[in-house]
């Protein structure tokens, strides 16, 4: 960015020190923490409040400048890279909790709040925001809406979208629009929170929203479950509905392979079982009753389970402590596997019963395709939701390897789309999957995308090049 | 519809029993049931397969012609009334189950199936589609889908919208988008089929729906209790979430004046109480678990509330017919009141806490603008949504009455509006409300309608004229 007459207005606009240039302060707005993609714009604005925010965006919306809004950096699809001549439009400074009305069950965040920090919030009002994932000590609430985030309570309750009540937005002209609505009920015409929600920057600025907030579940039951194969996995969640209904809360499916990474490579991981078996599920119940017998209710299930030969063994966490590791063991997957190597990855979904045909059908044709590529497909079982990832072969070339996940991906995709799955289900498109959803998608979806693009953002100018093109 | 050309062409289309001319045949579908609005088109249109809704829609699209979707015709706003010259499109041939995968939690329904054979089916599969409201027997899918339907569940499962995993839709050119996805988590672009729900045909038809489905609640427990005000009926909302949580799925709030009309009026109705109260809440508490001790619970929250003095008196059903009454007689209201004379109606929603203090606003406008006015104000405590109705004073000229509906409204919307309210929290917008719409929402929420509408139809041939001026 070498145009100083622009400089000189963001810093008339929101100050010397929200306008980043020097290399050093750049960096962490540039790199992408997977390593994927590198940014080349050589401006950052911080602006700290909405109106900063929209004095920015009708700035660069007179000059035609590309705008590329940026939460906590930790998305996975390339979202928030941005290319010289553009400027990362960073929301960190955006990080006031402007309401929490307990009564009413809901919170109103600007978005730079992060994660973390809106759980805390409606802990200490003895509330829940359920949305919780793995970056959720630096993700930013305006990221999560951008990428209608999801995670592991979205069995329960829903993914990113169905927390959200209202929306502040600044549009891609720099006007505000004020749908900060905290109504559980409004249908006065299009619901136009929803075409933000998960557009991922491109059709605007979310600068604040009112999110619902929901009574804390008081109690809670979890078991690691060893199970023959996945098939034996989606037979445990099925009699776990039947059993015990909305209670089932949380179903993580892991293979014993990421076990073992996790164990090898991360503190404090713990095999609670005596032997080694295949598959395993993390069942959890929840309730907010506060003397729910979810610990019988799991035993009971579990035994039924035994009986038909879908569990081969199992342990319930006889404390919250021991809860929590197995949560930390299901947590340290993915750290688990970047001490293995490269590692070629999807975030796919298909329909909940398909996932064993998926794992089966998707495990022969990569192992096809690189004999000795370690397949570690883990997930959110409960909502088909499967992070079929592959570890290089041991002692194999890295780069040899990382080489081929192209292919790869292409490989896996097909079986997903014959399966009526997604290839994003929860990461987004960004750049990494802009081309391959317009090749994959029918033709009429992606001119009704592009056809939204053009009636928000008819100059193009917010979060260039990502979802669709232009 | 002199045209007879096109009607040979729509003949020729979907055949001679599936385009309705006569004056009988087009009765049911010409009037709307509340009296407010009658249609003058000439011809229905019965396609019977989504292809042949396409087929029509795309001959329309060529000539220019209005198409007017409609479902049930139970709309409360003249989305479904039809000028001459434009043509109803009706779902009602469109009734096919086309799958009920149960191990997936998912139906797939066309556009004309009826509500509550939606409801039938999942509970003959062990599942829930929470999904209620007073039309169920006669309203259809597609009506639900496109005016985001409400009722009395909305509380635990959300709004319609929040019940969609995929949709199929007959695009304005005559194109089908076929998004019949059964994915709990996708999120490979913008998110199409929320742009269509709610907006009531104007953007296309919908055809057909990937709908969820849920556990089926086995524990249900209901109490008829008497508060002294609305502050109260909060204040006991409130208690009951701090003490049975996620198990509160039911809060409804009515006066005694509706309690006495519906006595009055409609077969079966008890009062459970022996003495009249001001104020009543129905509130019920459920759960999936087959053993919840839900009537405990309920007596443990209403001693509270007593001792708090929350409440006055109150009765627990101590059966499952005893606790059907108490839905007959919150559902009786709205027929008790067509007997009381002309009702001046409105459908508007607050924050929750703020319920008590819009009652009183607008109970007070309204009497000073109408003595003797009879206010009856009732509906779904737990989102905040009040059906606030008044019916004419008692022995007063209707007509003279009616015609003062537009300023009542006026009055009780600009006290809606004062308090961040909807003014149309569960009905829509449809003709009824389209203007006020306009003039209440921000000019740049009209404007971004307006873009979308024209992005999606530019021809302008769905349904036009409902919720937003082209």
């Given at each position: 960015m070498n145009d100083a007459a622009l400089i000189d207005q963001l810093i008339a606009l929101i100050?010397?020190?929200?306008v980043l240039r020097d290399a050093a302060d750049l960096e962490p707005y540039l790199q992408e923490w997977r390593g994927n993609y590198r940014g080349t714009a050589g401006v950052v604005v911080r602006p700290g409040s909405t109106a900063e925010v929209a004095a920015v965006v009708k700035l660069c919306a007179g000059r035609g400048i590309g705008i590329v809004p940026q939460g906590g950096?930790?998305?996975?699809?390339?979202?928030?890279v941005a290319e010289a001549g553009q400027i990362i439009l960073a929301t960190?400074?955006?990080?006031?909790?402007?309401?929490?009305d307990a009564e009413g069950d809901h919170i109103t965040v600007e978005a730079g709040v992060v994660l973390a920090q809106v759980q805390a919030a409606a802990e200490a009002a003895d509330?829940?925001?359920?949305?919780?994932?793995?970056?959720e000590g630096s993700c930013r609430i305006g990221g999560n809406l951008s990428t209608n985030a999801g995670g592991t309570a979205v069995l329960r309750y829903g993914s990113m979208r169905n927390l959200v009540l209202g929306l502040e937005v600044v549009l891609p002209d720099g006007?505000?629009?004020?749908?900060l609505r905290a109504l559980r009920?409004?249908?006065?015409?299009?619901?136009?929170?929803q075409i933000f929600i998960g557009a991922e920057g491109t059709l605007g600025v979310i600068t604040a929203a009112v999110l619902k907030l929901f009574p804390r579940p008081r109690s809670v039951a979890a078991a690691l479950v060893a199970v023959p194969d996945p098939a034996a996995a989606v037979a445990l969640f099925g009699r776990a509905r039947a059993e015990a209904g909305g209670a089932v809360t949380g179903v993580e499916l892991m293979p014993r392979l990421a076990i073992d990474f996790a164990l090898r490579?991360?503190?404090?991981?713990?095999?609670?079982?005596?032997e080694p078996h295949p598959w395993y599920v993390l069942l959890e119940l929840s309730s907010t009753?506060?003397?729910?017998?979810l610990a019988q209710q799991l035993e009971s299930i579990l035994a039924h389970a035994l009986e038909a030969g879908l569990v081969d063994d199992a342990v319930i966490a006889a404390s919250e402590a021991q809860r929590r590791t197995f949560w930390h063991l299901r947590e340290a997957i993915v750290e688990g596997q970047r001490h293995e190597g490269g590692s070629i990855k999807h975030d796919i979904a298909v329909p909940v019963a398909r996932v064993p045909a998926f794992l089966e059908r998707a495990t022969a044709a990569v192992e096809a395709a690189i004999p000795g590529a370690r397949v570690v497909p883990f997930g959110h079982l409960g909502d088909g939701n499967i992070h079929f990832n592959l570890n290089q072969p041991?002692?194999?070339?890295r780069a040899a390897f990382m080489g081929r996940g192209a292919e790869i991906n292409h490989r896996v995709h097909d079986i997903v789309a014959a399966m009526g799955?997604?290839?994003?289900?929860?990461?987004?498109?960004?750049?990494?999957k802009r081309d391959e959803v317009a090749e994959r998608k029918p033709a009429i979806e992606i001119e009704l995308m592009r056809r939204i693009k053009q009636a928000i953002d008819p100059a193009g100018i917010m979060n260039p090049g990502k979802v669709v093109r232009a």
């Open positions: 100050g010397p020190q929200a950096n930790t998305g996975m699809v390339g979202g928030a960190d400074r955006l990080t006031a909790i402007r309401e929490l509330r829940l925001f359920p949305l919780s994932l793995g970056a006007r505000v629009w004020d749908g009920k409004d249908n006065t015409g299009y619901d136009l929170k490579h991360v503190p404090g991981v713990i095999d609670p079982l005596a009753a506060a003397d729910a017998p041991e002692g194999a070339d799955g997604s290839i994003s289900a929860e990461h987004g498109v960004g750049l990494l």
